[in-house]
């Protein structure tokens, strides 16, 4: 083509377009790779790229997701240990116990034996049935146990009712029966672990009495056998894995008592302290730190491992003894004087809290929210510590017991009903 043809083009001018018509070239160089054998293959075009940074989040990722399952594994654990009963039986039990009802709540029944306020609810035990109640008033369960002499032994998740005299025992969960037993001999006294673990104590063949104690799963662990002395009260550690007993016995002069802290690995006791002369009313085994032993007129409180002991002396007799999640409340008044009380709040430690003073016939009693709750004639009362009155209310007259349900309101129980007051 001659020159003055041609399209100048300048030296700064974009690339020429290629060629796309159908007479271009469709294997082009670039497209080619040339090996040392003198033959050509066509390129390979990757589907992906894994680049070394992706490898790294990847890692990273993986690392993040296995620590995050570690702890939740190790919070499981932590907890299991923590929470005596379990976590899932403790989480049932606060499912349960969520819900409202109505007050007042009626029930067939003549005589109300007891009733034990236990986080959101409470059980209320009759001379015909036991019944679990929330603290809005919904019935979680009634069950007719048909004893002639029921008692009532609770830990956070379950209830021990058995027959005092009798063969009998049954083991309540919130949604009704977990298991019942029955044994040869007659049942003189029981109590349940946080944990779940109970022990009850019953005559013997050859032996005066025997203590056997059951896991959660009704399975026997443990039997001791005195061979001597009567066992007419008994504790379990809140982790089960001891238990406490008293045993009284008969001489010319009178009784003596004695406590013995047993575990479960030999027969043998690993501590016991005596008391002559005197009369082991209750021991409670509600504290993780140790066991309370209640007489007349003095509270033991003895360490489940160490074993050392801090008493408290009073000079008037023991009349009630209601346990909390705060410690423990005594309450002693004169023999010939039932209006002046003495009211004592004993520790989780074993240490005396608070000492005030009552005047006037006392029903019932409870220590919650850092006050006293009682009932006297037909007045409910709120107390500081420092034994003033803060609050009253009318409550009528055959109040039997009482639970606490908020700081201002209590469930009063009759020998038939269940009735809501709330405090002015």
């Known amino acids: 083509m001659p020159d003055y043809k041609r399209k100048k083009r300048s030296r700064f001018s974009a690339k ?4 796309k018509s159908k007479f271009a070239v469709k294997g082009e160089k670039k497209n080619i790779i040339e090996f040392d054998d003198g033959t050509s293959t066509q390129k390979r075009k990757r589907s992906f790229n894994i680049l070394k940074g992706n490898k790294d989040e990847i890692k990273k990722r993986w690392q993040r997701t296995a620590i995050a399952v570690l702890v939740v594994i190790l919070a499981a654990i932590i907890c299991e240990l923590s929470i005596p009963a379990g976590i899932i039986e403790s989480v049932s039990t606060l499912v349960y116990s969520i819900g409202s009802g109505n007050y007042p709540i009626t029930f067939d029944s003549t005589n ?3 009733v034990v306020s236990k986080g959101n609810f409470y059980y209320v035990l009759t001379d015909s049935e036991v019944v679990a109640v929330t603290k809005g008033g919904k019935v979680v369960f009634s069950h007719n146990h048909g004893f002639e002499n029921p008692v009532l032994k609770t830990s956070k998740t379950r209830a021990l009712v058995f027959d005092q005299g009798g063969t009998d025992a049954i083991i309540f969960k919130l949604n009704g029966v977990s298991s019942t037993l029955s044994f040869e001999k007659e049942i003189v006294n029981g109590a349940i672990g946080e944990d779940g673990t109970y022990a009850l104590a019953t005559n013997a063949d050859g032996y005066v009495a025997a203590v ?7 399975k026997l662990i443990y039997q001791w056998f005195s061979s001597s002395d009567m066992i007419n009260n008994v504790a379990v550690a809140p982790n089960g894995k001891k238990i406490a007993i008293s045993l009284l016995s008969s001489n010319v002069s009178g009784f003596n008592s004695k406590v013995m802290i047993l575990n479960f690995k030999s027969a043998n006791a690993e501590f016991t302290k005596n008391y002559d002369g ?7 085994g509600a504290s993780s730190r140790g066991v309370g032993v209640a007489t007349a007129n003095t509270h033991d409180f ?13 000079e008037y007799n023991l009349q009630m003894l209601r346990e909390s999640n705060k410690g423990t409340l ?5 023999e010939n004087d039932k209006t002046d009380n003495r009211i004592t709040i004993i520790s989780k430690k074993g240490e005396v809290k608070h000492q005030l003073q009552f005047n006037g016939i006392i029903t019932d009693i409870a220590y919650k ?3 006293i709750y ?4 037909t007045k409910a009362y709120i107390l500081d510590m420092d034994g003033k009155i803060v609050r009253s209310a009318d409550c009528g007259f055959g109040v039997v017991r009482f639970a606490v349900i908020s700081q201002n309101e209590i469930a009063v129980i009759t020998d038939n009903q269940i009735s809501k007051i709330k405090f002015e």
């Open 16 to 19: 020429p377009k290629a060629d």
């Open 278 to 284: 005197e009369i082991i009313y209750n021991i409670s």
């Open 212 to 218: 056997n104690v059951y896991t959660k799963r009704d």
């Open 330 to 334: 005594l309450l002693y008044n004169r």
């Open 369 to 371: 929210n850092n006050h």
């Open 374 to 377: 009682c009932i006297s004639d």
């Open 112 to 114: 109300t034996e007891n």
């Open 302 to 314: 003895i360490h489940w491992r160490k074993y050392e002991s801090k008493q408290y002396k009073n």
